[in-house]
């Protein structure tokens, strides 16, 4: 490689690192107890857990369950209700003041066997959700997740030309080579690149899926817009189904699983929410396998009537959606995944810092003439 192409290299690697340097260093310090919520969760005593009962007891109707939570609040209406993955004995019900997306919902814990209240967890506030929000956008809703999305493409950019630039840097050096005895600036050099190699898969995944999360909101959307509408389209005209109207939710749920039998239920979206038609109640299913558990497949039951209207299979793109956002928090492998996530984001804290200080002292004598070949490196990099 030329010195022109690695000076063009090297601005591109300068310039989209230190634009997206302090947020993906946020997202990273972020991200690392999002890796753990469930156990923190469990330390601040803020995860519920189901009573011990007998394996035989027999569950609740749906409809007691939702009238359980009803009774919490009943100036709300029931937006969401969901299976807890980890213990399906236990119904998460998301309550808000209209079926219209907001910040607003109240979250009521009910036990599926005896329909009895267990907790009103607070899943919009504490430490837990502060990480949450600034992990996903900045407390600045979906402007703040196309902000991030934008940063995560500056990060892949930074990735993939210092990969290029490390074959050059590293000709006349040993993999892994970090010369402590120099100069600071040139160790810390050192351990960016080898880091940085180390890293650079890792940190390319998780990159690319964090920038696809960050579309979530959109590709729903577009899937509305693009497929939903036209399985909704006899009911063009029709009003919102109210709570009032609506057919046994028991009932619906029975129909639900009849369609897809050989699935478990994951989440139900109530008439005019965002998951949802404004005629329907939609139940998304998920497979019973660790990777088919993370692909959902909707069905859209009547509200009015209880029958099954479409089970439409999700397209490409949500199937994408769905399967990159257990990848970036490393949902997929139990423990050990965890771990060696929260020491692969360790680690890119590790680079990211020390690209940020390489640069802040870039303006610091270089070395001495046997390091000839890593200072020219140093300089390009900075």
Known sequence: ??????????????????????????????????????????????EVEAPALPDDTPRASLDRVLDAARAQHPDRIVQFASLDEDDDNIWFVTMTPTPDPTDDFRSVAVDARTAQVLAQPRFDQGF?????????????????KLFLGAMGLLLLVAIVSGAVLYGPFMRKLDFGTVRRARQPRLKWLDLHNVLGIVTLVWLFVVGATGMINTWADLLIKYWQHDQLSALVAPYKGQPVVRPAEQVSAQRALDAALREAPA????????????????????????????????????????ARTGDVTAAPHLPWYLTGLLLSQPLHFGDYGGRAMQILWALLDVASIIVLGSGLYLWLRKGQPAAVPDEEPAVRGAQALS
């Open 1 to 46: 490689m030329n010195r022109t192409t690695v000076k063009r290299w090297s601005w591109v690697h300068k310039w989209s690192s230190l634009v997206c340097t302090a947020f993906m260093l946020l997202l990273c310090l972020t991200g690392l107890p999002l890796i753990f919520h469930h156990e923190i969760g469990h330390l601040l005593g803020t």
């Open 263 to 302: 699935m478990k239920l994951s989440f139900i979206a109530s008439p005019g929410t965002a998951f949802s038609s404004p005629h329907h109640l939609t139940f998304f299913m998920r497979g019973t396998e660790p990777f088919t558990s993370k692909l959902l497949q909707p069905v859209l039951i009547d």
């Open 128 to 144: 837990m959700w502060v990480m949450f929000k600034l992990h996903v956008d900045l407390f600045a809703g979906l402007p703040g």
